[in-house]
Structure formats: C-alpha cells, structure tokens
C-alpha cells in the first residue's frame, strides 16, 4: 500500500520557534508538495520540489521554506513561527506525468501559541 | 492560471438520497481533473479522475462523475448516500506537464447527512 507519512499529526509550537514539519514518501516519487488547509480556504500550495535539492515556491511560500535532502523526504521549516502560521499542513507526492494523481499524507496541524 | 469553483460550500442530504456536487474549472485546455475526499482530522484521499476518453467515471465507494467540456463542469453524483459519506470534498484540476506542478484545489464542499 502507498504511503505518505508526516512526522506528526498534532504540534503545539510557540511564536518565534523554528518549526520543521516532516513528510516521508515509499513510492519512489519525483515530486513532493506542502500544502496548508484552512477553513474556507481549501488547500493552498506552499512549495513543491521535483527533484532532490530543488524547490520551487507555491502560491503562500512567506515565513516557509523548505528542504529535500533526499528522494523520499521533503521538510518544510517555519523559520520563525507565528500565531497566523496555526493551521493543517498536508504533505504530498506525485509521480512524473500530468495524469497522475497526488498522494496524501494524515496531515500535521500545528497550533502556535 | 487554472482555477477550480466549488459553488456549494456545505451540502446537507438525508441518507438514502441522491447527491450532486457541482465543480467548474477554469483552463485553457482539457484538464486533468480529480475529486477527493477527508474525513474529520484526515488526509485527503482519491475518488475518481479523469484523464481522457470516456467522459463518465467511476469511483471508488459507489460515486461518479461527468466531464462536460462545453461547461467546464466535473461534478460528482452518487445515487444513494450513506451517513459515512459525511465528509469534506475537495475537487482538483492538474495541468498535463511533468507532475511538478501541484493540483489547484477549490475550497471544497462540506457535506452533511441527516438520518
């Protein structure tokens, strides 16, 4: 069975922290993606990376970055957590080709108090 | 850019009927288009897609959906709901480069179903 895994299902951090936020793939993946869920705003993209060491920033990359050291793991940092940071994250991978669809990870929601 | 439309932002059904959920996608040529499903505190997970040919799709756990090119329209049916069908319904449109590219998503449909 594929799998995404994320380090964490729930995380309370607090404002200033350095936050980082692991996702784990087996399906041997080029792409990976961050997103952020928050409610009535669906899922935005924060960065996504196609290969080991490239990143490339999604639509909300501010206060993010990211790390994909290798293949199957993709980081995402919170440089300096803030309270307007708190939501769900939700890791992702896809295969190469445009007619594959995104595997997701359980999520990971981060309160920053 | 690419944009998806959810119209509905909650949908209430009774168990046992009929559901639509309506998704209209802005793009310049034929998308690749997907509905998913997260149930409460969950990660998302694949319905259905829709790559090309025929333009109805099965689902996994009884949906479908219809691709009208001359609506831009993906919606997605079922013919009976169940109370476990209460969930948040995400619909995604990908462009047809490499995969790098993340999905768009719309904001998604909250579905509620009543005894």
């Known amino acids: 069975d594929v799998k995404v895994t994320q380090s964490s299902r729930y995380l309370v951090k607090r404002t200033g922290e350095k936050v980082f936020l692991e996702c784990v793939q087996d399906?041997?993946?080029?792409?990976m993606f961050w997103y952020r869920q928050d409610p009535g705003l669906g899922l935005r993209l924060i960065y996504f990376?196609?290969?080991?060491?490239?990143?490339e920033k999604g639509d909300i990359p501010e206060g993010y970055s990211v790390s994909r050291e290798k293949k199957e793991r993709f980081s995402l940092i919170l440089e300096s957590a803030s309270t307007n940071q708190t939501s769900m994250y939700l890791c992702?991978?896809?295969?190469?080709?445009?007619?594959?669809?995104?595997?997701f990870g359980q999520g990971t929601r981060l309160t920053v108090v | 850019a690419q944009s998806v439309t959810q119209p509905d932002i909650h949908i209430t059904v009774s168990e046992g009927a009929s559901l639509e959920l309506r998704c209209n996608y802005s793009?310049?040529?034929?998308?690749?288009l997907f509905w998913y499903v997260q149930s409460p505190g969950q990660g998302l997970q694949l319905l259905l897609k829709?790559?090309?040919?025929?333009?109805l799709v099965q689902g996994i756990k009884g949906f479908e959906a219809e691709f009208k090119r001359s609506q831009s329209s993906f919606n997605l049916r079922k013919p009976s709901v169940h109370w476990s069908d209460a969930a948040e319904y995400f619909c995604?449109?990908?462009?047809?480069?490499?995969?790098?590219?993340?999905?768009?998503f719309g904001k998604g449909t909250h579905l509620i179903i009543q005894p």
């Open positions: 829709y790559f090309s040919g025929d333009t």
């Open positions: 990376s196609y290969d080991v060491k490239m990143k």
């Open positions: 995604a449109v990908g462009l047809g480069g490499g995969g790098a590219d993340g999905l768009t």
């Open positions: 399906m041997d993946h080029e792409n």
């Open positions: 992702a991978s896809r295969a190469q080709g445009g007619n594959t669809e995104a595997f």
């Open positions: 793009y310049g040529a034929t998308p690749y």
